[in-house]
């Protein structure tokens, strides 16, 4: 018998068990971080339903409280560190609270020995690696009245075994793998997810093919650096392969990936934004910074001139793929020359979005003991100047498509505005426009009629409804 199968009855005696004592106790899930986080919990909240636990509308209300964290930055740990010192009253009031800290901080010895010393209100901890074994530290929590603890170093197949439950239902994350193996000097990510572990495609495929199904239209593939998916298995799978035979999959209409990882990426992956109808025409390709001296001292492997022909690749395709990035500022030894070569950088990429970055020492990556540490005044001065440069330059890119009729996936009702709908185009810019709320899950045209930094404003076209 599969050793894996065993596992999974187990799982399956002890959700029966916590059933049992737990039915009809409400959870709360509050989620810090990235997309995987966001998936994470996702598949913690269909294990917490499977054990009879149901929604709670608040932390007031709440009988199982899980914070599932992040470790990116000091001011996502400090978040972490804030709300679960704000939990210590609500768990005065109603002591029967169930406290339990998840995710990439709880990976981390020092993050992990802080809460332990601290927040002796925690019941439960857990890592990025052990989902499944929540049910047990359930238990093990009511039995004994005291802290339930369980990390796991390695990857576990048995997370991907777990269902989940999807944000939309038109729309969805599928891992593809885990891990990064690149050792960025800024970085903890290697150091808390462990090291780079790719999911079969066959078991991608399938997921992906039950989602459809089951009526999602847009799959979103995760990995730290998804461009080297593949590469640790022993049929050497790749990335684009992996694509094309997501794209045959009946159902989808749209495909993205994130995180792409310059150095790595091939143009066999750049070709398929031509081969593939599915895969929307958007690149998440982080640089970092545009300048070669500091992209060495940041382990990045490629320089940014590597970095240009990349970029001029796919503009040689001539299929307006919107590209966006990611730029730490203040980075160790930054200087203002080096500075302004980034500046140059995103002048010339032309950017449709820059997701920016003060850099934030972690302690056991190798920046954090570079002696030239940037003052925050001069990070906090230059960061202003970005921002500056990318809200300009992305407000003439937005502007632009003023009069644009544009395929959307319509998401929701605006969090800014009830009386309008929000959605996504193609290219992944966020989209406000009026209509009606059965529009929610279609794709539908939308002429663009107003821009803000930010997002697009439109009108639906009643006609194109589909």
Do not use: W
């Amino acid at each position: 018998m599969d050793p894996r199968q065993d596992k999974k009855t187990d799982v399956k005696k002890l959700i029966d068990k916590v059933r049992a004592l737990h039915e009809g106790d409400r959870y709360l899930i509050e989620t810090h971080g990235c997309q995987m986080n966001e998936h994470d919990s996702e598949k913690i909240s269909f294990l917490l339903e499977s054990m009879g636990f149901l929604p709670a509308p608040s932390e007031e209300e709440a009988d199982l409280i899980v914070i599932n964290t992040c470790s990116v930055r000091h001011s996502a740990e400090d978040k972490v560190y804030g709300h679960v010192g704000r939990l210590k009253h609500v768990k005065k009031t109603k002591p029967d609270l169930k406290l339990a800290l998840c995710g990439c901080m709880m990976q981390r010895k020092a993050s992990r020995d802080y809460v332990l010393d601290k927040f002796p209100q925690v019941d439960i901890i857990f890592g990025t690696n052990n989902i499944y074994r929540l049910p047990q530290l359930i238990l093990s929590s009511d039995e004994n009245d005291s802290l339930a603890m369980d990390i796991e170093d390695n990857y576990s197949d048995l997370d991907n075994q777990l269902q989940a439950n999807r944000s939309h239902p038109f729309k969805s994350y599928v891992n593809i793998m885990y891990g990064c193996n690149n050792f960025c000097t800024y970085c903890i990510v290697p150091y808390t997810r462990g090291r780079e572990v790719s999911r079969s495609m066959e078991d991608i495929v399938s997921e992906v093919k039950d989602l459809a199904l089951e009526g999602t239209k847009e799959i979103t593939l995760l990995g730290q650096n998804v461009n080297s998916y593949g590469k640790d298995l022993d049929d050497k799978s790749s990335f684009p392969e992996l694509l094309r035979q997501i794209n045959a999959i009946s159902g989808l209409e749209r495909i993205y990936f994130m995180t792409s990882h310059p150095k790595d990426i091939s143009d066999e992956l750049i070709a398929c934004y031509k081969d593939l109808d599915k895969l929307a025409p958007y690149l998440h390709l982080p640089v970092q910074s545009g300048s070669n001296r500091i992209l060495k001292k940041m382990n990045r492997h490629y320089s940014r001139e590597d970095y240009f022909e990349i970029i001029e690749k796919i503009r040689q395709l001539d299929l307006k793929i919107a590209l966006s990035t990611d730029i730490i500022v203040g980075f160790p030894g930054e200087t203002e020359e080096d500075f302004k070569e980034t500046l140059d950088l995103i002048e010339k990429v032309g950017y449709d979005n820059v997701f920016t970055f003060l850099y934030s020492i972690r302690e056991g990556t190798q920046a954090a003991g570079m002696e030239d540490q940037v003052p925050q005044e001069v990070k906090k001065d230059r960061f202003q100047r970005l921002l500056d440069l990318v809200y300009r330059e992305q407000r003439k890119k937005y502007e632009s498509l003023v009069g644009s009729h544009l395929e959307v996936l319509v998401e929701g009702v605006s969090k800014n505005n009830p009386e309008k709908l929000t959605g996504r185009t193609r290219d992944f810019k966020l989209i406000h426009f009026e209509g009606p709320k059965d529009l929610i899950g279609q794709s539908i045209r939308v002429v663009v009629k107003d821009t803000s930094t930010f997002a697009l404003e439109g009108e639906y076209i009643e006609a194109s409804r589909s």
